[in-house]
């Protein structure tokens, strides 16, 4: 497993959260979120059992809804729990990437 792919694993988390708070939202889109915001190593078959953690924890919550193009959709939408653990994942992304950036930049 590649250095890239180990990073996102353990950020994945927090950013569906942080997309799911933007708004109601069903896999494949996330997908498509994510490759605009660059997590083009991120597949949609790889983000379902993410998803599925996250509402396990209470983070998401999802309701089926009918597709205008084929089968019906699971969208997910983020509880009051989810905002809170994005929250958390946001503070400590935030010390640890300053930490992370600040010892990159040393010695420049």
């Known amino acids: 497993m ?6 996102l694993k353990g950020l994945l988390d927090g950013s569906l ?10 896999g494949y889109e996330i997908t498509e979120k994510l490759k605009e915001h660059h997590f083009v190593l991120v597949s949609e ?3 379902y059992p993410v998803l599925m953690r996250l509402q ?9 809804r ?3 193009n084929g089968p019906k959709r699971k969208y997910y939408s983020i509880t009051k729990e989810g905002e809170i653990e994005l ?3 946001k503070q400590q992304w935030f010390k640890l990437s300053s930490g992370i ?7 420049k």
């Open 2 to 7: 590649s250095t890239t792919t180990q990073m």
């Open 17 to 26: 959260l942080a997309l799911i708070a933007k708004g109601e939202t069903y």
């Open 66 to 68: 009918k597709s205008p």
């Open 101 to 107: 950036s600040s010892l990159l930049e040393e010695g």
């Open 87 to 89: 929250e958390r994942f």
């Open 45 to 47: 078959g790889s983000i």
């Open 56 to 64: 396990k924890n209470n983070y998401v919550t999802s309701v089926l």
